[in-house]
């Protein structure tokens, strides 16, 4: 399940949170994909909107996102960070995000 988040406008940055906590208190090695969900013009680089890598802190994963650097304005990005339980489980948690030309 993904959470839509509100319209960022394109001189704004944001940091996304995905919150583990239901099912872990510490998360390791947790791997953050970007999918492009627009139409065309097709995103040559969609993991070009993040800023920096993602921070963690116990079961909450941190990513900073820059709407600059987005290649398509006017789209919709899913972000989606997966990470494995203790016990093998693999639990995903996403959000998407839209990009405007102003807000």
């Known amino acids: 399940m993904s959470t839509r988040l509100p319209i960022l406008g394109i001189k704004e940055s944001v940091v ?14 947790p791997d953050l994909v970007v ?3 627009g139409s065309a013009p097709a995103e ?3 993991t ?15 990513q900073r996102v820059n709407a600059q650097n987005a290649g398509v304005v006017l789209a919709s990005y899913l972000f989606q960070c997966t990470m494995m339980t203790e016990s093998g489980d693999v639990v995903t948690v996403g959000s998407i995000l839209s990009v405007a030309a102003a807000v």
Do not use: E, Q, R
């Open 16 to 29: 996304l949170g995905f919150d583990f906590s239901k099912v872990t208190t510490n998360v390791s090695d």
């Open 48 to 62: 070009a909107i993040l800023d920096g890598g993602p921070s963690i802190s116990g079961a909450l994963v941190t």
């Open 35 to 37: 999918t492009f969900l």
């Open 44 to 46: 040559a680089d969609p």
